[in-house]
């Protein structure tokens, strides 16, 4: 069974940056679309941004768009999203997902429907 492990979550001021990890061990993310999504209190669950197997294939959300990176080491079998200029509004918990079907570059983010394995999470708190 798949399992995601999401960490680099912590409490950061406006306007610093954190950088998320995603992996899984004793799988191989290359044959996975993997995606960022994150849900704050009272919120429905928004798609972050998402990374094809091999990391050809990137999308991000209009409002991180900028700000945030996606990147996939395959060497170390993890997937990274890089958090610059944070802002209170980015708050939430962060989760790693994990699919089977076909993305490409810059397409509209997949919903949560398309992903069917995800990690517990892991909060970003953007406070000064």
């Known amino acids: 069974q798949l399992q995601l492990v999401e960490s680099g979550g912590g409490l950061v001021q406006p306007g610093g940056s954190l950088r998320l990890s995603c992996t899984a061990p004793?799988?191989?993310?290359?044959?996975?679309?993997i995606g960022w999504f994150r849900q704050a209190p009272g919120k429905e669950r928004e798609g972050v941004s998402c990374?094809?197997?091999?990391?050809?294939?990137?999308g991000y959300a209009n409002s991180v768009r900028g700000r945030f990176t996606i990147s996939k080491d395959n060497a170390e079998n993890t997937v990274y999203l890089q958090m610059n200029s944070l802002k209170p509004e980015d708050s939430g918990v962060y989760f790693c997902?994990?699919?089977?079907?076909?993305?490409?570059?810059?397409?509209?983010?997949?919903?949560?429907?398309?992903?069917?394995?995800w990690g517990l999470g892991t909060q970003v708190t953007v406070s000064s």
């Open positions: 004793g799988f191989n993310l290359d044959y996975y679309v």
């Open positions: 997902s994990a699919g089977k079907f076909t993305y490409e570059h810059n397409w509209p983010l997949p919903p949560t429907r398309e992903y069917d394995w």
């Open positions: 990374i094809t197997g091999i990391g050809t294939n990137t």
